[in-house]
């Protein structure tokens, strides 16, 4: 998948997770990412915000520190 789609993806799981109450939107931001993305697109993710994270919400930066990267295989 593009890091273009992946971008507009998790912006919208953010738009999303702002609209709702409380100060946890980045926990459900990334719990919504972890339940619901394979690894490969969690990897693409993290190495997309890793290398500056050009586009992403800051509410997805943030959730970045909760989502479940897959090791590297290798």
Known sequence: MSPDKLVMMA???????KSQPGSVQAEQVAGHINDFWDPRMRA??????????????PLVLAAMAEIRVPEAQG
């Open 44 to 57: 693409a993710l993290a190495a997309h915000a890793a290398a500056g994270g050009d586009r992403l919400d």
């Open 11 to 17: 912006n919208q799981i953010a738009t999303f997770f």
